[in-house]
């Protein structure tokens, strides 16, 4: 039998306030042993994607993850075209173990501009090692009408994950903004958080590519959880080597290895580096392992929309923070990550990922 994942003894999720902190590790160790890869209550949760190899180490975990109920996979495009990310969604659940069923969303941006960006994981998204074949297809739903129906059923109960531009969630709130007020939970892998951006100097890519469909979300008055690039960090980092020692676990750690190909090639190139990072799994990982968010931080977001250098860039102020203009906000409902229990990510991660789990 497989060693057991060694269970830390962590509080629960941080509460949606500002500097709220839950204990990290014990201070016996170096805080890189596995934590609990499971939720402590049933959780229903909405996967809104724009499915490439991060998108589906996330869609793995919250696969894996114990009391998780994946009500639906919404697609948009974003990495990849739309047509694309949805076969990928497919294929990602189909290898999973997981029969959730997904639906089409917007295949452009909010405001029908395009914003020249490149798959940074190959031309398919997923490494471009011929790995998508799904049997299954998308429902004849639509993404947006999915989501409203859902969160209406089951009111104030359904929690929605966002991995990518958030393009659906934003036309949801427009048709129906009074359902879209009772999702229990808005989580979102978006914005620099503290930290300086990917897609340009100062915006994260899934901002970057829809920053009107952000503004929507994060003006409409909802709290929205948001796990910014700076909870990245270099401890949650993979190389070719902790792929290649990974895919050796099975053939879902082996999807995942060669999924992130494109991506190991991109950055050694472009940026120079070795080893990657798995943005949107870091994200799931906040949302749904025991302990893994330690704080946040309690914020107003002002997200730039004008066609200039700053576009997308997500401006945060700190509730309580001061600033010398004297400006104040009536809400901060707008929380952001700002510490994890990191150095456990790669070690939980390669456990759930064995074929066994």
Known sequence: MRKKIIALLLAALTAFSAGCAAPGPSSADDG???????????????????????????MIIAAKTENVDILGVTVSAGNVELEQAVRNALMTLEIAGCDAPVYKGASASYTGKKRETFSVYGKDGMGDNDLIHPTRKAEDKSAVDFIIDTVKADPDEVEIVALGPVTNL???????????KHVKRYWSMGTSGFGTGNASPVSEFNVYHDAEAYKVLTDCGVPVMAIGLD?????????????DRAAQNGRLSDFVSKSFAGLLRFYA?????????????????????????????????????????????VILFQEGFGYDNGVEYDDY?????????????????????????
């Open 32 to 58: 890189s042993q596995s934590i609990t890869a499971r939720s402590k209550e049933k959780r229903k949760i909405i996967i809104d994607t724009d499915t490439a190899g991060d998108d589906a180490v996330a």
């Open 269 to 313: 190139e472009k940026r120079g580096l070795q080893q990657v990072d798995i943005p949107d799994g870091v994200a799931m990982a906040c949302a749904l392992w025991d302990g893994y968010l330690l704080e946040t931080k309690a914020c107003h977001a002002a997200v730039m929309t004008e066609d200039n250098e700053a576009y997308g860039q």
């Open 333 to 357: 409902s707008f929380y952001v990550a700002s510490k994890t229990a990191d150095k456990a990510f790669k070690k939980t991660l390669i456990e759930l990922l064995k074929d066994d789990k």
């Open 170 to 180: 934003a036309l949801a709130l427009d048709k129906d903004p009074e359902a879209m």
């Open 231 to 243: 909870a990245v960090t270099e401890a949650t980092t993979f190389s070719k080597e902790d792929f």
